[in-house]
């Protein structure tokens, strides 16, 4: 199979993976999502009132042109106005996944790049000290909350010893990732590093048991070129496919690190937006996302055939 | 060209020397805003913003305690006219709306029908305003006028109304349906501050972003929910500290004299403001000199801020202040008047309830949960409103789990199965459910009801549920007993009284309580101005509440707000809270700190 051949059947087959998606969160909003009419009649209202913003907002129709509506949107990529902020969700959208992803790249690119650095060497010294005090300490570490991370981290970093800003954000893309960003990104890159280092550690490991191993150690390569040309490159796939997972959630970030570093970032919103039954932001961020998730997807798919030449398109 | 070039540098340098740094105040909120458009918005933090760039027609003096209404646009206060019934607002001349594209260049004054076209708007069915309320059902011809819109589909702002009249440029007079003696309090709110028409169908959906009042300070920077920036209006005409109601043995109000007394106001050029949800950051910002005022300490650092209600040692060293106050709210467990069990006005019925009320450990509600920041509720009308009686006291509400067993034993509450739970008179089970938000405080909370009702032998059973859910059953009734808070919009004690007012069954009295010497009490008191004979209605209308007992009476929480020792004329008022109007920086002060 060509490779558009390949990409026009995946495409195909994103779009009642898409639908799926959009029913599911349209009946999780209307069945748990919380009736918004009584959140902005504010402190006093009566059912005439509540009604008039049913009407409003359009949550008084029948569920199925509640739905279609949901489809055009969709369609046209108009989600309209967020209906706790009047803002268009668009501009809702643009202007948060800017902050999200000055953090979450470089925690992706730190992570995976000490990760794999880490995963290589302990996996090459596998059962000595020097493996077993790493595998401990991720295990330690990964038994503790984020949350305790983030706030200790804050208290010690940011006011007890005032290397970092406690919080805040700026317009300016530099200063955020000079000033603002740096301990955000250290607690996260802390937080994620040590389940990626065991996954890639047993991935490297895995590879390192191979016959093809054994045959190029016998034919005299040195331990550098098994390990990075042979052992990495092919420990790469499972690796790529666990990035390829991981790369939708960069655009919605983190829900606590935005929260007590202040960053206005998707993460954050999307968590207010439920608090707020505010169901445009919710639906326009859901499907964005579940596009995103397939795109990726496929871009992994393709990217296996340029890491190993074997893998074909079927 | 190296001459001009120092001469240019020289000239440079010496306007550096002579320039006055801005004067920046930075400070937070507890909770994202949602846009400053007075008519619309909803939530508390996001008015308190609104007020620095609006101004209600009427204004809170900013040191009088208890609060006084004070002319804010208008020349003066109105005077009550026929009964309560007519209130006549001259607009002051020469007021001007900070500059706009809206405007196309020219000037814009502020003038009566601005005031006439807020009022409207408040009521337009397309706009669903929040506080419709203030003015539903109260002016003469409003609501046919806004009936006969509805009919007609069109809400032509040009339609006079018969309780809107304007008697030149800048008199409006205003008729009301009854006598309302406190109707003025709502135009000291920003939800009737006068707005500019053109503005508003210039931004059309988008008002919430575009702000333009006759504030001391325009919005010139939102960055929704992470950032807010106030700068000083040009166009302001400038204020004075007025010291007349002053306490001049309050150390506050004192410093306030000192630092901004005589001076014209605003001070500050700039104020940025950072929406922080979390108390750790929020804290630690204020603590690392990031921010200069903390509003509202939450209880988890009052150990640390002021352990044994005495500010720290370590705070007093570097200058903080602390402010403290109890603020004019009220929290409370409402029950349903409707429901089978717990409701009803038969003295079995009220001695169930009493016996509840009497069982509640809300003693241990102040000292644990609140963690001795609150003082217990002894009436409907917390201090700092008019109508407050700090002699009056509520001993039927205080614990007493011998009092609680004996009332229920009396009217056939008993146990007749022998579960350890007693049964209602006819022998069927006596299960109340308890309904509350979801959070970590809610769930204590309901933690101690259990606790407290396990004690006297009463089931309890707790349901938390999202916010707009528990809105949606505590208005059609469908709870037994829930948690409720008021916080004032005004300080008068109807805007309490009215939570328990028999016509607003379904839409503010969701106890449904329904009780008709309490409904003439309420309707006696709207129609009297502030006297000892409304004062005693009042007491009357807190003693039905106790009685009846459709509610257990909470608390009114204490707050302590921090500032910096760089920080002057702050004075936190109780309605408007803080007032950059008033406040100062020393630049120099917080300089000479963060270049430490």
């Known amino acids: ?314 | 060209m190296l001459l001009s070039a120092t001469c240019w540098l020289a000239a440079d340098s010496a306007f550096a020397q002579d320039a006055q740094p801005l004067k920046v105040l930075r400070t937070t909120l507890r909770t994202a805003e949602t846009g400053f458009d007075p008519q619309r918005i909803n939530d508390l933090y996001s008015t308190d913003i609104a007020w620095q760039i609006f101004e209600p027609v009427l204004d809170y003096d900013y040191l009088a305690r208890p609060v006084k209404l004070v002319p804010g646009v208008a020349q003066a206060v109105p005077l009550a006219e026929q009964d309560g019934r007519v209130y006549t607002f001259h607009i002051t001349p020469g007021i001007y709306f900070a500059d706009d594209p809206a405007f196309k260049g020219k000037k814009r004054e502020l003038v009566a029908r601005d005031l006439e076209y807020a009022l409207k708007r408040l009521l337009d069915p397309s706009l669903n305003a929040p506080y419709s309320w203030l003015v539903e059902n109260r002016i003469v011809g409003l609501d046919a006028f806004v009936a006969a819109a509805k009919r007609t589909g069109k809400y032509d702002y040009d339609v006079p109304v018969a309780g809107l009249q304007l008697l030149d440029r800048y008199t409006l007079k205003i008729s009301l349906t009854k006598p309302d003696y406190n109707f003025l309090y709502i135009f000291a709110m920003p939800q009737t501050a006068p707005v500019a028409r053109e503005v508003i169908e210039a931004y059309a959906d988008d008002t919430m972003a575009h702000p333009v009042g006759t504030g001391p300070f325009r919005l010139t920077e939102w960055v929704r929910k992470s950032k807010i920036v106030l700068e000083r209006n040009p166009n302001y005409r400038g204020a004075k500290l007025d010291t007349r109601y002053a306490d001049l043995h309050n150390e506050w109000d004192r410093e306030v004299i000192a630092s901004i007394g005589g001076k014209r106001l605003p001070i500050l050029d700039r104020i940025e403001i950072y929406p922080i949800e979390e108390e750790q950051p929020r804290f630690l910002s204020f603590m690392n000199n990031q921010t200069d005022i903390h509003d509202e300490t939450s209880p988890v650092y009052m150990n640390q801020v002021a352990p044994n209600n005495v500010l720290a040692p370590s705070l007093v060293k570097r200058g903080i202040r602390a402010f403290r106050e109890v603020e004019p709210e009220l929290t409370y467990d409402e029950f349903n008047m409707e429901d089978p069990i717990v409701g009803g006005y038969d003295t079995q019925h009220v001695a169930l309830r009493r016996a509840m009320v009497l069982g509640h450990r809300r003693d241990q509600e102040v000292q644990i949960i609140r963690n001795n920041r609150a003082m217990v509720a002894e009436s409907p009308i917390p201090p700092g409103v008019v109508g407050y009686d700090p002699t009056y006291t509520a001993r039927d509400q205080d614990y007493d789990a011998q009092r609680a067993k004996a009332l229920l034993d009396m009217f056939g509450y008993v146990d007749r199965d022998g579960d350890g739970y007693r049964e209602q008179p006819d022998g069927s089970p006596l299960t109340i459910n308890y309904l509350l938000p979801t959070g970590m405080q809610y769930t204590k909370l309901a933690a101690l009801w259990v606790k407290s009702m396990n004690a006297i032998g009463i089931r309890l059973t707790v349901s938390q549920e999202q916010f707009a859910d528990l809105l949606r059953d505590q208005q059609v009734g469908k709870f037994m007993l829930t948690g409720a808070a008021w916080i004032a919009d005004y300080p008068d004690a109807q805007n309490f009284l009215q939570l328990l007012y028999g016509p607003y069954t379904g839409s503010s009295n969701r106890a449904r309580f329904k009780l008709p010497a309490y409904d003439l009490a309420y309707q006696q008191s709207l129609t009297m101005p502030d006297s000892p004979e409304r004062n005693a209605l009042y007491r009357e209308m807190s003693r039905l509440v106790l009685a009846y007992a459709p509610w257990r009476l909470g608390v009114h929480r204490s707050y302590t707000h921090l500032v910096h020792h760089w920080v002057h004329g702050y004075d936190r008022h109780p309605i408007a809270h803080t007032r950059f109007l008033y406040l100062d920086v020393d630049i120099d002060a917080r300089q000479a700190v963060q270049g430490r």
């Open chain 1, 1 to 314: 199979m060509s490779l558009s051949q390949f990409l026009l059947r995946r495409i195909l087959q994103a779009l009642p993976t898409l639908l799926g998606v959009m029913l599911l969160v349209f009946v999780l909003f209307n069945w748990v999502g919380g009736d918004p009419a009584y959140i902005l009649a504010g402190k006093i209202s009566d059912p005439a009132r509540i009604a008039s913003i049913r009407q409003q907002l359009g949550v008084d129709q029948p569920y199925w042109v509640q739905f279609w509506i949901f489809i055009k949107q969709v369609c046209t990529f108009n989600f309209g106005r967020s209906w706790s902020t009047s803002e268009l969700v668009s501009d809702i959208l643009l202007s948060r996944v800017g902050p999200t992803l000055t953090v979450m790249i470089p925690v992706l690119i730190l992570e995976t790049l000490l990760a794999v650095l880490f995963a290589v060497l302990v996996a090459y010294v596998r059962g000595s000290l020097t493996d077993r005090m790493v595998m401990m300490s991720c295990t330690v570490a990964m038994s503790i909350s984020f949350l305790v991370y983030i706030i200790v981290g804050q208290w010690l970093f940011g006011f007890k010893l005032g290397w970092f800003p406690v919080q805040g954000w700026s317009d300016s893309v530099i200063t955020n990732l000079v000033h603002y960003a740096p301990l955000p990104i250290f607690l996260t890159v802390l937080v994620e590093l040590a389940p990626s280092l065991r996954l890639y550690r047993s991935f490297v490991l895995d590879e390192m048991n191979h016959d093809y191993v054994r045959t190029a150690r016998a034919k005299g390569l040195s331990e550098h070129a098994v390990m990075l040309k042979h052992v990495l490159r092919n420990a790469a796939i499972p690796i790529l496919t666990n990035l390829g997972i991981a790369l939708p959630g960069l655009f919605v970030g983190s829900f606590l690190i935005e929260v007590f570093f202040s960053i206005p970032g998707l993460g954050r919103e999307v968590v207010e937006s439920v608090n707020r039954s505010d169901f445009p932001v919710i639906k326009a961020t859901t499907v964005y996302l579940a596009i995103l998730t397939m795109l990726i997807n496929l871009l992994v798919d393709v990217m296996y055939r340029w890491v190993d030449p074997r893998v074909t398109f079927k």
